[in-house]
């Protein structure tokens, strides 16, 4: 099986949008990890960047704006990469989308074009 990188379809598109990523305890109950920004985005995921690296292969919740609509979708943490002291870049790849999630994505994508 190829990189998460090889299997993208389509290159990101550089975005800056507020995020905000969960991760959910035993309990079912979600825990707030941390708030950045997206770096870039594509329909299969984004990169982030926040003050502290996330668990490779953890699954989590990322809320993000996107203009006027704010989604969660959930995602897996495919890569982590420090940038400087206290800034980590993680790629991270979505997961089970739903049709309105999708579609979603792929409006406000094609508004930055």
Do not use: K, W, Y
């Not at 708030?35 to 299969?44: H, I, W």
């Not at 980590?88 to 094609?110: D, K, N, P, R, Y």
């Amino acid at each position: 099986m190829g990189s998460f990188r090889e299997r993208r379809r389509e290159p990101p598109r550089q975005v800056l949008n507020l995020v905000s990523v969960d991760q959910r305890e035993d309990s079912g109950a979600p825990t707030e990890l941390a708030a950045g920004r997206t770096l870039d985005l594509s329909p299969r995921g984004m990169r982030i960047e926040l003050s502290r690296p996330l668990p490779l292969r953890s699954r989590i919740q990322v809320t993000v704006a996107l203009a006027e609509r704010i989604i969660t979708l959930d995602a897996q943490v495919r890569h982590v990469d420090e940038v400087s002291e206290g800034v980590c870049s993680m790629g991270i790849e979505f997961v089970e989308l739903s049709v309105e999630q999708t579609e979603a994505l792929e409006e406000f994508l094609h508004g930055c074009a």
